[in-house]
Nanobody
Framework: QVQLVESGGGLVQAGGSLRLSCAAS????????MGWFRQAPGKEREFVGT????????YYANSVKGRFTISRDNAENSVALQMNDLKPEDTAVYYC???????????????????WGQGTQVTVSS
């Protein structure tokens, strides 16, 4: 069982930066692939990026590639999402998620994750 708590959301002007954090509780955090998703008002939840357990490889949605960076600290049981050059279309609730070794689906899909945080609001003003 893993519990996830996001923090760091807020209001920022276009072009600004925010850093989201996700604190995880539970055992064997290093064996979980961690993902970030977001959901804008009236839209479906969508993939933002993921960091793969072991290899630490990262993959991003095209819409955020080059602007967002995911990192993790296994010693601290945490994962971060650094967001730069924010745009109004980045406004959404951002969710941290954990994918266990025996999860089905893929690391790009909502269905591929077993545990979710409660989300943190990011609002980008123009």
């Amino acid at each position: 069982q893993v519990q996830l708590v996001e923090s760091g959301g807020g209001l920022v002007q276009a072009g600004g930066s925010l850093r989201l954090s996700c604190a995880a509780s539970g055992r064997r955090f290093s064996t979980y692939t961690m993902g970030w998703f977001r959901q804008a008002p009236g839209k479906e939840r969508e993939f933002v990026g993921t960091i793969i357990w072991g290899t630490m490889n990262t993959y991003y949605a095209n819409s955020v590639k080059g602007r967002f960076t995911i990192s993790r600290d296994n010693a601290e049981n945490s994962v971060a999402l650094q967001m730069n050059d924010l745009k109004p279309e980045d406004t959404a609730v951002y969710y941290c998620a954990a994918r266990s070794l025996d999860s089905r689906g893929t690391a790009y899909d909502i269905s591929g994750y077993d545990y979710w945080g409660q989300g943190t609001q990011v609002t980008v003003s123009s």
